[in-house]
């Protein structure tokens, strides 16, 4: 914590120090604390095994720029080097901080390219998945999808403030005319992400529209075979026990039995068959 500048509040010394959050993602904020401003900025790593979160805790004054870059167990921090050519060229801390905040967007854009194939894979597997795996999934995306619009959101809502001239330091300029329309810039990339964040819901609920209409069919498919069957058993059971009721006598004769009662059932269930064919009920 040396390499802080005087009078950093000890809140944003504690913040800058702590370990990365392993049961939440933190929130992205943008301030100003009088003398500096301290931001939480928060990138996105698309991963085989999910989405990481790479937090970046900045302290920035007209002079300095100071980050601490933190990861949960097992990932990799945030890669500044793009930073390093413009620091070594002794550009602005307006600057620096602004290609910092636009690379953090730019890692949004790879979310949602992670976002879209995991949504296209789905469709293109949803029918060969059981209805509890889809549904399953699409929770898991929905509340993907809900996380990462809050962080995008709030990563906008602070870059609004900058644009706004409701981030300032005393003592100095840190974000001149010329460093605020370069934020222009990333808050258009971050209007698009929350733009593109609607539509993958959008395309979500299709999915999830596609998986009721194909539960639905199913059952209308179950409902149809299941009444062919009871209409295939009815006409025997009313030849059953019609003659068995007004024709006890003669049942005591084999032709009779075999012959009438037999024949009637395979004559009627063939017509229903036929029937069922032609009107395309099986």
Avoid: C
């Avoid at 009088?34 to 939480?40: D, I, L, M, N, P």
């Avoid at 030849?239 to 084999?254: A, M, S, W």
């Amino acid at each position: 914590m040396n390499a802080l500048p005087r009078g950093v509040d000890p809140e944003v010394a504690d913040a800058l120090a702590a370990p990365a959050l392993v049961d939440r993602e933190p929130r992205p904020l943008i301030e100003a604390h009088g003398s500096y401003v301290f931001a939480v900025l928060v990138a996105m790593e698309p991963t085989s095994e999910g989405v990481r979160h790479q937090e970046i805790d900045v302290v920035a004054t007209p002079d300095l720029l100071v980050t601490a870059r933190k990861s949960p167990s097992g990932g990799t921090p945030f890669d500044s080097s793009p930073l390093h050519p413009g620091v070594e060229a002794g550009e602005p801390v307006g600057v620096v901080f602004q290609r910092l905040v636009d690379d953090v967007a730019d890692s949004y854009l790879e979310l949602l390219d992670a976002i879209y194939a995991e949504i296209d894979l789905l469709e293109d597997e949803i029918d060969a998945l059981r209805p509890s795996e889809v549904r399953l999934r699409l929770s898991e995306l929905r509340h993907e999808l809900l996380h990462r619009r809050r962080t995008v959101s709030a990563t906008r809502g602070g870059v609004r403030r900058i644009l706004d001239g409701r981030v300032e330091v005393n003592g100095g300029e840190l974000f001149p005319s010329r460093v605020e329309r370069l934020f222009a810039d990333t808050y258009d990339t971050l209007v698009r992400v929350t733009e593109e964040l609607d539509v993958a819901r959008d395309l979500l609920a299709s999915v999830r529209d596609h998986l009721q209409a194909k539960v639905a069919e199913s059952q209308n498919e179950v409902g149809k075979k299941l009444t062919v069957i009871a209409s295939l058993v009815l006409v025997p059971s009313l030849v059953v026990g019609f003659f068995g009721q007004n024709f006890e006598g003669e049942f005591q004769k084999g032709w009779w039995t075999l012959g009438v009662s037999t024949g009637i059932i395979l004559v009627s269930t063939a017509v229903q068959l036929t029937l069922f064919r032609w009107r395309r009920w099986i």
